[in-house]
């Protein structure tokens, strides 16, 4: 007999639009307990409205924040033992919210010495692959890579039928464990076609990719135009049959520069939303920082006294946004009420991932828009506010300020 979980249309979440996901971790996570850590708060959590969880990776790693992967099917990590790791996801459950499960398949840590004295076979572990598992161009026996390499480890060759039966096969165990989503790293690494098989085969909920290259710059001036940036995302999404959406690095490119007195960037030539949000909003997952943009890896941060414009703009716009842990719960209560009534004046207006966008204003100091029917808001220290008698103030904070309709 299906259960009820398995009868759900898997389209429907995605044609539903009304996601906001919390990225539950950041690069220092594994040092403090994690899973208990996190159950701790699945109240808030779920008090809040977020809909899903993103997970950092559950499985067996050479390091410990989870992203040099060797037995997949061994639940004991820094993060905490597999038994604190299933009562996180029974939370989850009981107060509705999906857990995300962080997919790291495009490496993986070999065992045992094999051809060239490399490190490229997996003897005595589950799934206990061969060289011909890993792609020539990290070492392995099998083809070429159908992606770029991911350097210093075993890239694993996804042609191979054998790999992707296994590879899916352990996402159908990962879901029965009690994962429901899925979010795939280092995108860029295999060909998205797999990744189509892959979410054909386990059949997640919501599916996001981390696609992620280097934003259009001109020396460090990051150019107007990021359209060939973002069709790029738009092509791997198309790639993967449409069944999963991206992380937008496009407007979070985009955003943090123009959080610095350069809104005029948010509008682009058409009138519409520069990143990815402005093309295909549905399979659109803004951020503003994540585990590696941010947290003490800072590869490429949100200025972090702009971070409350950063949510005016992504929870009241199109696409799904996506809260990162550290501002949420590591900044102070303030932030983290802020960042709650923006994310109930979306639920209460009923924006969701289509809704449309009329911008107002995009200068140097001021960017306003409308969304949908109900919304209104500006970013920005210019001074603006809608004319009309039927908005009323929502939310404001500093620099931003969100109206919704009487």
Request: overall charge neutral.
């Amino acid at each position: 007999m299906q259960s009820a979980e398995e009868s759900i249309d898997l389209g429907a979440v995605l044609r539903n639009g009304r996601e906001i996901l919390l990225q539950g971790f950041n690069w220092e996570s594994h040092k403090h307990d994690w899973w208990r850590t996190l159950e701790k708060k699945v109240y808030d959590i779920a008090k809040s409205g977020f809909t899903s969880v993103w997970l950092p990776p559950a499985t067996n790693s050479l390091s410990p924040e989870g992203y040099l992967p060797q037995n997949l099917y061994s639940l004991n990590s820094s993060y905490g033992s597999e038994q604190s790791l299933k009562a996180l996801l029974q939370k989850l459950k009981q107060c509705k919210v999906r857990a995300m499960a962080d997919i790291v398949v495009n490496h993986r840590v070999g065992t045992t010495q094999g051809h060239g004295g490399m490190y490229n076979r997996y003897d005595g572990i589950p799934l206990a692959w061969d060289e011909h598992a890993v792609t020539t161009c990290s070492g392995g026996l099998g083809k070429r890579s159908s992606g770029d390499n991911f350097p210093g480890v075993p890239n694993i060759d996804h042609s191979q039928p054998f790999v992707r039966k296994d590879i899916i096969g352990w996402l159908q165990w990962l879901r029965s464990v009690g994962f429901q989503d899925f979010r795939f790293d280092f995108a860029r690494g295999y060909s998205a076609k797999f990744v189509k098989e892959y979410i054909e085969g386990a059949k997640p909920i919501f599916s996001v990719g981390e696609y992620w290259d280097s934003c259009n710059y001109n020396g460090s001036e990051l150019d107007y135009n990021q359209d060939s940036h973002r069709q790029r995302i738009i092509n791997w999404i198309d790639a993967t049959g449409q069944l999963s959406t991206a992380f937008d690095f496009t407007t979070k490119g985009i955003l943090q520069a123009a959080v610095k007195g350069q809104f005029w960037r948010l509008r682009d030539p058409r009138e519409k939303p520069p990143g990815v949000m402005g093309w295909w909003p549905s399979r659109a997952v803004t951020f503003i920082d994540n585990h590696d943009t941010g947290s003490t890896q800072a590869h490429w941060p949100f200025p972090s006294n702009h971070i409350m414009e950063g949510y005016a703009y992504i929870l009241t716009h199109p696409g799904t946004p996506t809260v990162f842990y550290d501002h949420f719960y590591d900044l102070g209560d303030s932030i983290h009420e802020q960042i709650v009534k923006l994310m109930d004046v979306r639920k209460r207006q009923d924006i969701h991932s289509r809704s449309s966008v009329q911008i107002l204003e995009a200068q140097n100091n001021l960017y306003s828009a409308i969304i949908g029917e109900k919304v209104c808001m500006k970013i920005g220290d210019g001074s603006w506010c809608p004319s009309g008698r039927e908005w009323t103030l929502a939310t404001s904070g500093q620099r931003y300020a969100v109206w919704q309709k009487q």
